[in-house]
């Protein structure tokens, strides 16, 4: 990797419904490269063992007319099981995400309490509030019988207090969780009692596409595509947190918490983590800029690329070093494990609270830092990316061969998209790790893998300089590097 010089440093018809429509998402970052799990296969085969892939995970994308087709087949069959109306089998279905085996186990041992549950019957009736007046608890007005309403725990109210009741919370984007206005009942009301209290269609169809929400979002095996305006629904057999994609939006996330794909870690240590850089982005600003000094002539430096070989040359000297700990590269790859580990102090629990605390601060800006470099080297290899679609359109055009004959270039800058990827979602997986055995194989596989990533970046920025054979076996290298670190610690 070269560096730069620097002088200062610093739809409208029911097949596109949108469950999601009122939902803002963010831009797509513009650094990403598109599809980077696609198309690299033939190029990095694996034979034996080392074709298992662990991020290997069978899914259907479906759109809405399909996935309301197979919400409503569970229902209907569950509804004939039970001999409940088709709107309280949904809330059935709700209540035991869908799991219908759970639910004709539980039926079958005690049917009663299952509607107690779900919440479609009450415990028990006696304390429920018969009125021998006519008069509504909320509004306390006189009103005739035949405009008191109640759901089975027999709490009456007025027909206008419930319209009010499910007008606001409707409003409000509630779908399932419209339930009874007594203080203490928890039951909740069936679709087909809240539809002909919603006073137009508008609303009506509001509470529609909320209900649609709910019932996807409870489902085990669903998931909503968070694309921006998708309408498309995710299925999976078994649910994990495993990268699913969308065939419309193109959309990448993690099936099991709908956020982006962060293999190797879990779901819940990439939220801790995300909240904690948003929670420390000013105290990690200074690291975040794209600027360092040369550590053998002090000049201001800027990265241009995404590989960390950093190499400067002038008429009195030359430096070859690492862009993270600005080491000497030529002893590098015996040392490379030191420059991805962070070496804890084991006295520091003896230590002040403030010297604890300057240590714990330490210890984030080191992950950070290398969290934000990938992240960064990502977007700069994305310019790389299209530098070789570029040049390769270009040979094409003048007849130095078909554009399948310079493909492994395109598809080699995937792979080394797709590795970094996994690479910077590795340093959240270790800052929360404890420390120990485990931990010091991770580390190692990381660097690992790390050293293998810089070589193939190096590679496919010099692409010109390496012949096809070494480019791919470098690419098989880095991609089995990944394979080993993910199936040894991505949660399965």
């Not at 003896?350 to 604890?356: E, F, K, L, T, V």
């Not at 810089?454 to 880095?478: F, P």
Request: net charge negative; aromatic share 10%.
């Amino acid at each position: 990797m070269s560096v730069d010089m620097n002088s200062q440093g610093s739809d409208s018809n029911e097949e596109d419904y949108d469950p999601n429509c009122e939902e803002e998402e963010e831009d797509e970052d513009p650094g990403d490269i598109e599809d980077y799990y696609d198309g690299v296969a033939n190029d990095v085969e694996q034979q034996g063992a080392d074709a298992f892939d662990p991020e290997e995970y069978q899914f259907t994308c479906l759109t809405y007319k399909e996935s309301e087709s197979t919400l409503n087949e569970h229902m209907a069959s569950l509804a004939a099981t039970l001999k409940v109306s088709h709107a309280v089998a949904k809330l059935v279905l709700v209540s035991f995400h869908w799991q219908i085996s759970e639910i004709l186990e539980r039926h079958k041992s005690n049917a009663a309490q299952l509607l107690v549950e779900a919440r479609v019957q009450p415990t028990s009736t006696k304390h429920a509030m018969v009125h021998s007046s006519h008069h509504c608890a909320v509004c306390m007005q006189f009103v005739r019988k035949e405009n008191l309403l109640s759901l089975a725990c027999q709490h009456q109210f007025c027909r206008s207090c419930w319209e009010q009741h499910c007008t606001v919370l409707v409003k409000d984007g509630v779908g399932v969780g419209v339930s009874c206005m007594a203080q203490d009942c928890l039951l909740r009301t069936p679709e087909d009692f809240v539809f002909p209290l919603l006073p137009s269609e508008e609303l009506k169809d509001k509470y529609r596409r909320y209900l649609f929400r709910d019932y996807v979002e409870s489902h085990y095996q669903l998931q909503l595509c968070p694309g921006a305006d998708c309408p498309m629904v995710i299925q999976v057999q078994e649910p994990k947190a495993r990268r699913v994609q969308c065939n419309r939006c193109n959309e990448v996330f993690c099936f099991k918490c709908r956020q982006m794909y962060h293999a190797p870690t879990d779901c819940a240590t990439i939220r801790k983590w995300l909240t904690k850089c948003a929670d420390d982005s000013e105290t990690a600003n200074y690291i975040s800029a794209h600027t360092k000094d040369c550590p053998k002539c002090n000049i201001c430096i800027e990265k241009n690329g995404g590989c960390n070989h950093m190499v400067m040359g002038f008429l009195l000297f030359s430096a070859d070093f690492c862009w993270m700990c600005l080491g000497d590269w030529k002893t590098h790859g015996s040392e490379y494990y030191e420059c991805s580990r962070y070496k804890e102090n084991p006295d520091i629990v003896n230590q002040s609270q403030q010297a604890q605390a300057r240590e714990a601060l330490k210890k984030y800006l080191f992950y950070f830092e290398r969290w934000e470099n990938h992240n960064k080297s990502l977007q700069l290899e994305a310019q790389t990316y299209q530098r070789i679609q570029e040049k390769i359109q270009e040979r094409v055009m003048n007849n130095l061969g078909t554009w399948i004959d310079w493909q492994y270039l395109q598809n080699a800058a995937k792979l080394l998209a797709k590795c970094r990827y996994t690479l910077q979602y590795t340093y959240p997986y270790a800052y929360y790790m404890e420390s120990g055995p485990r931990k010091k194989l991770f580390e190692y596989q990381q660097a690992q893998l790390e050293a293998e990533i810089e070589n193939l970046s190096w590679k496919v920025e010099r692409a010109d300089s390496y012949d096809r054979g070494d480019l791919e076996n470098q690419m098989h290298i880095a991609e089995q590097r990944r394979r080993t670190l993910l199936k040894d610690f991505h949660d399965t």
